[in-house]
């Protein structure tokens, strides 16, 4: 119990992704180099991987087929996938439209359900998702070329991923949306041609993104949950990734100190900044916010004008940490605050929070002339990660939080949601997401009524045993390595689900794969719950533990130190009252480290 049980009671929430992402060895061994009992994950998925007969190939979709063995560089066939432009609207002549890449359940399901996955920004690509999240391929930070992904999400459900609004990598066309209702009505325009054309009326809709998404996604599944057309929107759940969905305030700088107490070894600050920002998380009134709101059940509804009556001082709290690690850590990464230098090559050119494309490396992946070809893009468009240029009309939202409506809505109307945050995550905080759902009302009542503190378990599955990991292998296989065990924290109430992942930062599909499989498995009612101990679906073989032996779950605390007696009395996720807490309400940094120090030496 020296490092889990240390720090048991925070966490936060922060600030609104940008346009772009520019916020955007010792040589040890195993003692024993343990023989392989087993085939590992990987080998097993390309061993036992067949290629089904195309489903949606039809008059309409040829256009848009996509060799599966021609992709640059993926030196193995991805399988049934289309890829091109459809309008926004009912007219085939619309010069307004959407780039997408649409891959087929690669193990022949033949089940009427699809995924949409977006990414934020906004202004953000979501082929930053087909190639380093939840794709049939990934080519991650730092690593040579192209592997196959055991973990990709079309290895369950029919998933597209869409690049949009308007303005979005490879989607063209006149920039005209305002609101997120401007952008779930390009969205669903283009959705009902994409159904007519694959040919797939009647099938359920999943909808899943990240980031900013978490405006996007509420907004379209609301919108389609609205059309009251089950045959072109049958809207059935919904899963949104450390999101954009209430305060800026909340969601950042009100809940940066108890973040950088939690993680103070990756942000070692000196007593006289961290006593500086301790004082203005207190002078500020975060810590008396912190202490009132973030208790279950909701002490009620928050103010609605903290943007306005905030000092700019308080509200540049964030980037004043921020600042003072990058000092610190010169590769700081808002995305992963566990990053440290050198800077890794992306194939997509922002490795984290910087743009960095070193000499020689070559263009951008999406940009190449080849790549393009091969996805039927526009040979002539420059491709970004995230667009330069401006998504929505004098780079204005002028919608509300999704919180306020729109995904009570899309909760009330599917009990289908599920809202997860890495716990790594700085660009947007673990605790600002969970003071917005406790100043959300759904299934008529505010917030959650019980502390989330129950255990968020990943399957054991191969390679998530020493044994695998050490035991003689080849790269290929050493790069989908992904974790198993109890990862975070998970709680549902009234159809929606909060689930904190340890370990992870901003982008989860992509710091840890394993997890967001399980959350797809649960989206997709395969389990009944993110404690489940139910295996994997294509690894029913692996012996699990029983559910009364995970106890609670691990991670920061999901409530303040002044909450209610029975969630500070919960376990691995608990602060009891009085003590040095690491939420940084009431303790100095000193207390901190005394405690920790006693801690190390028991």
């Known amino acids: 119990m020296r490092g889990s049980a240390i720090f048991t009671g925070l966490l936060s929430v922060a600030a609104v992704a940008e346009a772009t992402r520019s916020w955007q060895h010792v040589g040890k061994k195993p003692r024993n180099k343990p023989a392989r009992s087993e085939i590992n994950a990987l080998d097993h998925y390309l061993a036992t991987r067949q290629v089904p007969e195309p489903r949606f190939a039809n008059e309409n979709t ?10 640059p560089d993926v030196e193995f066939d991805v399988g049934e996938s289309y890829s091109g432009y459809l309008p926004i609207s009912d007219d085939p002549d619309d010069t307004n439209e959407l780039f997408f890449w649409f891959f087929a359940n690669s193990e022949g399901s033949d089940a009427k359900e699809i995924l949409i996955w977006l990414n934020g920004g906004p202004g953000c ?54 609101s997120e209702e401007d952008v779930a009505k390009q969205f669903i325009g283009f959705w009902k041609n994409f159904v007519k054309t694959f040919s797939l009326q009647g099938y359920k809709v999943y909808i899943a993104g990240e980031s900013y998404a978490g405006a996007y996604c509420p907004y379209i ?15 059935s759940g919904l899963l949104i990734y450390d999101p954009v969905i209430g305060n800026e305030i909340v969601q950042d700088s009100l809940t940066t100190v108890p973040f950088a107490d939690y993680h103070h070894n990756l942000m070692p600050f000196n007593n006289s900044f961290s006593q500086h920002i301790h004082e203005l998380h207190d002078s500020c009134g975060f810590a008396a916010y912190q202490d009132k709101y973030l208790t279950y059940p909701a002490a009620g509804p928050q103010p609605s004008n903290l943007t306005e009556t905030v000092s700019e001082e308080c ?18 990464d808002v995305y992963q605050v566990a990053t440290t230098c050198p800077l890794l090559w992306d194939v997509l050119g922002y490795p984290g929070s910087f743009p960095y494309s070193p000499a020689g490396s070559g263009p951008i992946y999406f940009d190449r002339e080849d790549v393009k070809r ?21 780079n204005t939202d ?36 969970l003071l917005s759902i406790q100043n959300m009302t759904w299934g008529g009542k505010l917030g959650f009524e ?54 992870s930062g901003h982008m989860v599909p992509q710091y ?78 000193f207390a901190c480290v005394v405690v920790f120090t006693a801690m190390l030496n028991m």
């Not at 899309?410 to 790594?424: C, E, R, S, Y």
């Not at 968020?456 to 044994?467: A, E, L, Q």
């Not at 389990?527 to 991670?555: H, M, R, W, Y």
Request: glycine residues 10%; contains cysteine; aromatic residues 10%.
């Open 450 to 503: 019980s502390a989330p503190v129950e255990p968020f378990f990943v399957p054991y599955h191969k390679d998530s045993t020493p044994s695998d990991i050490y035991a003689e292998t080849d790269a290929t296989v050493l790069g989908a390595i992904t974790g198993a065990g109890v990862m975070g924290t998970a709680h549902t109430e009234r159809g929606l689900t909060y689930v904190g992942i340890d370990l």
């Open 62 to 71: 040829t256009k848009f087929a996509v060799n599966g063995t021609g992709v």
């Open 221 to 235: 599944a609301s919108a389609m949950l609205d059309a009251n057309d089950t045959t072109y929107y049958d809207m």
């Open 315 to 332: 509200a540049g709290l964030w980037e004043l940490v921020l600042d003072n690690a990058l000092s610190l850590n010169p590769c700081f």
């Open 512 to 589: 840890a794969p394993s997890a967001a499989f399980r959350h797809l498995e649960f989206l997709l009612g395969h389990v009944d719950s993110l404690s489940s101990t139910d295996a994997f679906t294509f690894e029913s073989n692996i012996t699990q533990p029983a559910v009364d032996t995970l106890g609670n779950g691990t991670g920061p605390a999901t409530f303040s130190s002044e909450s209610s007696d029975d969630a500070s009395g919960s376990g691995n996720n608990s602060t009891p009252k009085g003590a040095a807490s690491s939420l940084g309400v009431a303790g100095s940094l």
């Open 398 to 433: 002028t919608s509300d939080p999704s919180a306020w409506r729109a995904l009570p809505h899309v909760i009330d109307a599917t009990k289908n949601v599920i809202i997860a945050h890495g716990t790594l995550d700085m660009i947007l905080l673990t605790n600002g997401t």
């Open 125 to 178: 690509s979501s082929f930053e998702g087909v190639i380093q999240e939840n794709g049939p391929f990934q080519w991650q930070y730092g690593t040579y070329k192209p592997i196959p992904n055991p973990w990709a999400w079309n290895r369950l459900i029919n998933t597209i991923w869409v690049e949009q609004p308007i303005g979005t990598g490879f989607s063209r066309g006149e920039v005209t949306a305002t």
């Open 374 to 394: 091969a996805i039927h893009a526009d040979v002539n468009h420059t491709w970004e990660a995230c667009s330069s240029t401006d998504v929505f009309v004098d």
